[in-house]
C-alpha cells in the first residue's frame, strides 16, 4: 500500500507535489546557536526542524565521561531536554518565526553507537526518551515538537511509539550505518520492522562505497514507497539517504520516493554545520529537487 502523508506545523511530508520536505538540523553548539539557525532555517524555507540535543552544551550531561544509568537519565538529562525545547521554543515565538515553526520540530538525540554525541546505552536511551515524554505530557499540544527521533536498534521503539502517540506525537524510527550500506535484505527487514513497530516514517542512513550502493539504497526506497499497482509499499513514509559526496545524489532524486531529506543553512559566522556527511545547502537542494520533479 502507498504511504499516508504526515503533517508537522501544518507542512505536508512529503509535500503536496510529492517531493521531499526538507529538514534543517539545529547543531548549535550551544542553545543561543541553534536558535539563530532556527530562524535562518524557517528564512530559507525549511519545512521541518531538527533539534539535535546530543550537540547541545546545555544537555551535557548526556556526553559525559562515563555512560549514564538509566535512573540518572530520567531525571538530570530528561530535564536538560525539555530545558532545550521549551528555550528553542520561547525564541521563536519571541523572535517573530512562523508561528508553526515550533510545532514542527523534530527532537532527536543521537547516541554514539549511531554517530551522535549522547553516551547512552539501551536502557539509558529508553528512560531519557520515555521521561522526556512524561514531562511533555504536561506542555499544551501546540508547544510539543511534532515528532521525536527514535533509534530502532536501542529496542525501545514499540513503547515509544504508544507514549509518543498518546500525546499526539509521530515517531521518526531511524537506522545509521557510517560503514557501509548493508545487504538490500536488511535493509528492507530494517524498515518493515520500523513499521511493524509502530513508526509514522522509517528513515535510514548508510555509507557507500560504490555507485552501486547508491543504487541499491535508491532502489531498496522505491520499493518500499511503491504505490498501489505496483509492487506493494511499507505503508509509511520513508527518508532514504546514502551519505558523503558519492551519495549527495539520493538526497536530491525525488523520483525515488523519499518523504524528507536533509540541508544546512549558515549560521552567524557563515559556517554550515552538517549534521551527518554529505548535507547540501538547503537553496541547492531545493533547486534540485524541483529540476528533477518528474
Avoid at 158 to 165: L, N
Avoid at 233 to 251: C, E, N
Wanted: hydrophobic residues 50%.
Amino acid at each position: 500500500m502507498s504511504a499516508t502523508p504526515l503533517t508537522w506545523g501544518g507542512r505536508s511530508i512529503p509535500g503536496p507535489d510529492g517531493l521531499p520536505a526538507v529538514a534543517v538540523s539545529l547543531t548549535g553548539p550551544r542553545l543561543a546557536h541553534a536558535r539563530t539557525q532556527a530562524r535562518s532555517a524557517v528564512d530559507a524555507g525549511a519545512d521541518v526542524l531538527e533539534l539535535r540535543v546530543d550537540l547541545l552544551e546545555e544537555a551535557g550531561v548526556l556526553t559525559g565521561s562515563a555512560p549514564m544509568d538509566a535512573a540518572a537519565v530520567a531525571g538530570a538529562a530528561a530535564a536538560q531536554v525539555l530545558e532545550c525545547l521549551r528555550g528553542l521554543g520561547e525564541a521563536i515565538a519571541a523572535n517573530g518565526v512562523d508561528a508553526d515553526a515550533a510545532a514542527r520540530l523534530l527532537l532527536t538525540c543521537r547516541t554514539a553507537a549511531e554517530g551522535g554525541q549522547a553516551r547512552l546505552d539501551a536502557a539509558a536511551y529508553g528512560a531519557l526518551l520515555c521521561s522526556v515524554l512524561d514531562g511533555l505530557a504536561d506542555w499544551a499540544p501546540e508547544r510539543r515538537p511534532a515528532a521525536i527521533d527514535v533509534e530502532v536498534q536501542r529496542g525501545c521503539l514499540p513503547q515509544v511509539c504508544e507514549q509518543a502517540h498518546g500525546l499526539g506525537i509521530d515517531v521518526v524510527a531511524s537506522f545509521h550505518d557510517f560503514e557501509a550500506t548493508p545487504a538490500d535484505e536488511v535493509l528492507e527487514e530494517v524498515l518493515a520492522r520500523m513499521a511493524r513497530e509502530g513508526a509514522d516514517l522509517a528513515k535510514i542512513a548508510v555509507w557507500p562505497t560504490s555507485a552501486d550502493d547508491v543504487a541499491r539504497l535508491l532502489g531498496v526506497c522505491a520499493r518500499a514507497t511503491a504505490g498501489a499497482g505496483e509492487r506493494s509499499g511499507l505503508g509509511v513514509p520513508v527518508a532514504a539517504m546514502s551519505m558523503g559526496a558519492l551519495g549527495a545524489v539520493s538526497r536530491v532524486a525525488p523520483a525515488f520516493g523519499s518523504a524528507l531529506t536533509f540541508a544546512v543553512v549558515p549560521d552567524e559566522q557563515g559556517q554550515a554545520r552538517a549534521s551527518a556527511p554529505g548535507q547540501l545547502p538547503i537553496q541547492d537542494v531545493r533547486r534540485c529537487l524541483e529540476l528533477l520533479q518528474v
